[in-house]
Structures are given as structure tokens and as C-alpha cells.
């Protein structure tokens, strides 16, 4: 069993994983820039923005579309884009071209990325549960650059709501092998369990799960499967 995972293990990224579709940000409000001509924009900057709408409130967080998601069971067909978490903004002033403050950033920021109203998401201790029904997905990328998969990495999981997944759900990773026999012949082997990932952000056909054990690597194109035991 897994104990409840604790809320300042995954509030950091709760809110920060975005897919979004093919028309993706096209029509969410973005950065004209600021007073002063900066090419590269961050934390404590006053920057002006089109399209904002009145009525989303004041707190923002500024996203660039980024790459594309592939599912691997599907002939690598694209089922999303991921979009990057840049920071977050604050509206002081709305109008036809409003004001906001870059009140955090986690990379530059440019001209012309988009703004997505911030979540209030609140995130209590959850008790982790293993799905109810049958789910056999992949990793298909690890979230935020990085390469290697550890415990506390981020994945990006090619299952979704349409398949049944859940904020909270535990899935098992295994390991898919295969080994070529004497006669030349390659054959699959068993699937070796090296894992758990627990699914905190859940899209139509994608989620982003943290990795909460891991007994061995833990590679892209991984199984994830509703545990067994």
C-alpha cells in the first residue's frame, strides 16, 4: 500500500502540466510585451496584454505550446500538445490592452505567450486507490526536460478520462522485454513491475502521473497497468 501522498510533494505541479489541442492558445490572451522594449521578460516585470477578458479574474498563469504528444498504440498519431509552464501573472489593470505583473517565473518569457486563468486548486492529503477498471497505457515523455525517470519524476501517461483514469489513481509500471533465441527468433518476456505512479492530472486522452517507487529504471514506453496486487 502507498501512503497518502502529501500536498507539498504535488501542489508544486498540480496546476503546471497543459495539453491542449491543434487550435491549442490560439485564442487565449498574450504578451504585447513592456513600456521599455524588453526582449526577455520574468519575475517583478509589468508587461501589457491583449485579448484579456474581464470576467477570469486576476490570477494567471503564462504557458508557450511546446511538443507534441504521440501515442505509441497509435501508430504515433499526435492525441495533444503539451503546453510549457513559464509563470504566473497578476491583472492590475484591464482594458483594451491590460496591465499585469510577472509575479513568478520558472524560465524566460517572451513576447507573445499565452495566459490561461490559474486553477483554484486545492490539494488535501489524497488517498491514493487503484483504478476500478482495467487500464493498459504507456509513458510516453517525462515532463519538465528532464530524462531520467526516478522516484519524483513527472510522466506524461498516453490514457486519459476517456479511458477511465482519475485524479488519484495509482498505476504499476512494468518493464517490456524481449530476448532472442538461439534459433534467432525474438520473443517477448515476461513484464518485470519496476513501479508506481500516482495520476494527479488527468486530460481527455492524456495524464501526467508522479512517480512514487521505483524499485529499477524506469524508461519511455513503459507499461502502466491497474495493479494486480
Known amino acids: 500500500a502507498i501512503p497518502s501522498i502529501p500536498a507539498s510533494v504535488i501542489e508544486p505541479f498540480l496546476s503546471q502540466p497543459l495539453v491542449v489541442d491543434q487550435d491549442g492558445l490560439a485564442q487565449a490572451p498574450y504578451l504585447l510585451g513592456t513600456s521599455d522594449n524588453r526582449v526577455v521578460l520574468s519575475a517583478g516585470n509589468t508587461v501589457y496584454v491583449g485579448n484579456m477578458p474581464y ?67 486545492i490539494f488535501n492529503n489524497y488517498a491514493p486507490h487503484a483504478p476500478d477498471t482495467f487500464i493498459n497505457g504507456r509513458i510516453m515523455s517525462v515532463y519538465g526536460g528532464v530524462t531520467e525517470i526516478g522516484k519524483g519524476s513527472i510522466v506524461t501517461l498516453n490514457r486519459g478520462m476517456l479511458d477511465g483514469l482519475e485524479m488519484g489513481h495509482v498505476l504499476a509500471v512494468y518493464r ?31 495524464s501526467y502521473a508522479l512517480v512514487v517507487q521505483s524499485v529499477s529504471a524506469i524508461k519511455i514506453l513503459d507499461a502502466v497497468k491497474t495493479p494486480i496486487n
Open 176 to 206: 517490456r522485454s524481449q530476448t532472442r533465441m538461439p534459433d534467432g527468433k525474438m520473443i517477448e518476456l515476461p513484464d518485470e513491475r519496476t513501479g508506481l505512479v500516482f495520476v494527479f492530472r488527468v486530460f481527455e486522452q492524456v
Open 55 to 121: 470576467d477570469l479574474g486576476k490570477a494567471w498563469q503564462i504557458f508557450r505550446t511546446g511538443k507534441a504528444l504521440k501515442d505509441p498504440d497509435q501508430n504515433y498519431q499526435v492525441i495533444g500538445y503539451e503546453a510549457e509552464y513559464l509563470g504566473n501573472a497578476s491583472v492590475k489593470v484591464f482594458d483594451e490592452i491590460s496591465t499585469a505583473v510577472i509575479t513568478h517565473s520558472t524560465q524566460e518569457i517572451l513576447k507573445g505567450d499565452r495566459l490561461v486563468p490559474a486553477p483554484g486548486l
